[in-house]
């Protein structure tokens, strides 16, 4: 016979707290939208308390992971070779999805994130310090993610050659083309479908890159909007998942969709702008590093912003009255205000020495 011995736990299962993902599982599948709020709220606190190396270090962390998701997303996207649907979709699904995955795991800093997060904190809180600390880390994250998608755009990208340079009169790399002219002539031509579209994942970053820096600026916000509204969107659906599956097929199908639907995204601009101006989208399309910044990097940065505000709003309007902390403290004040006190929960475990132990 064999005996088996059952040992439960008496004690009550801990909850998750702030935004790491899979670090503390509760004993529920899913949370509530008024708890992943809560839970919001929580990490903005434990982030304002970060230093300035850790937060600059984790964002550079985040800008190398998307990056890296992002250069992915050209190298396999960029030479599909079928029409802009497909191209679309291939580009939005491997790559960019699996660097926020990447992120949201490892908890690393990523400057759209956290407008969600900080603009929920100053809405809660509304003080001058929960502002500081929202600008604060505004500010380092996105300077933070932009150091890191160059060093995967310098380092990785280009300095190891998996993207050809077509043409570039700043670059000591030898070029393909050894003028400017020839160049246009060969990206209008049949150069980019050329050996099975070897070429093509150039072509696709000078050509975009190109696009985005001739891009309005409402045009970029609008863009912007879009894209931060869905990428908060799949922040928020991956927090109310405790398991990692649900978690990945939450990110995996609001980050297809934005990059579908040609939205646009600071973080992955900041690769694939500064990639494509390395490797001759200055030359191609007469567009300089001062036009990144004015027309694309500034006001994708704002429409990021603007979509993140939208979604927070919504979620803190709708769900703040049922916050975990909100209902605790109204127990608590319905309790004083009736003189009512919490009744104590006392067991008795079999020795007589542990009689009366409240837990």
């Known amino acids: 016979r064999t005996l088996v011995i059952l040992h439960l736990s008496t004690q009550p299962p801990v909850k998750m707290s702030g935004i790491q993902p899979g670090s503390i599982m509760s004993l529920r599948r899913q949370f509530t939208n008024p708890e992943v709020l809560q839970q919001f709220i929580d ?29 992915m997303s050209a190298q396999v996207g960029g030479r599909w070779g079928g029409t802009t649907g497909q191209n679309n979709f291939v580009f939005g699904g491997f790559g960019i999805p699996f660097g926020l995955i990447m992120i949201v795991f490892t908890g690393a800093e990523l400057v759209t994130g956290n407008f969600l997060v900080f603009t929920i904190h100053v809405i809660h809180e509304r003080t001058p310090a929960s502002v500081i600390a929202a600008a604060r880390s505004f500010i380092v994250s996105w300077y933070g993610n932009f150091c890191g ?12 050659g998996v993207v050809p340079t077509a043409y570039s009169e700043l670059s000591e790399k030898t070029s393909v083309f050894s003028t400017k002219e020839a160049m246009k002539e060969a990206l209008t031509g049949s150069w980019c479908s050329d050996k099975n579209y070897a070429n093509a994942n150039a072509c696709f970053l000078i050509k975009s890159t190109v696009m985005r820096l001739n891009m309005d600026w409402d045009v970029a916000v609008t863009r912007g909007v879009g894209c931060n509204f869905l990428v908060c969107t799949a922040l928020w659906l991956a927090q109310l998942s405790q398991e990692q599956v649900s978690k990945i097929f939450s990110i995996w199908i609001c980050i297809v969709m934005f990059i579908s639907s040609g939205f646009e995204h600071i973080v992955v601009n900041q690769l694939l702008c500064p990639l494509g101006m390395m490797i001759g989208a200055g030359e191609f399309g007469d567009v300089t590093v001062a036009q990144m910044f004015k027309n694309n990097l500034i006001p994708v940065t704002m429409g990021n912003y603007i979509g993140a505000f939208i979604l927070a709003t919504i979620m803190y309007g709708c769900y703040h009255r049922e916050l975990p902390s909100a209902l605790a403290a109204a127990i608590k004040e319905k309790e004083v205000a009736s003189g009512a006190k919490t009744p104590e929960v006392v067991v008795t475990l079999g020795d007589d020495s542990a009689k009366g132990t409240k837990l």
Not at 45 to 50: D, V
């Open 43 to 71: 990490a903005a606190n434990k982030k304002a308390k970060y230093g300035w190396a850790k937060l600059f270090f984790l964002s550079l962390l985040g800008g190398f992971f998307l990056g890296m998701g992002s250069l």
């Open 149 to 160: 998608t160059m060093l995967v755009a310098s380092a990785i990208a280009w300095q190891s």
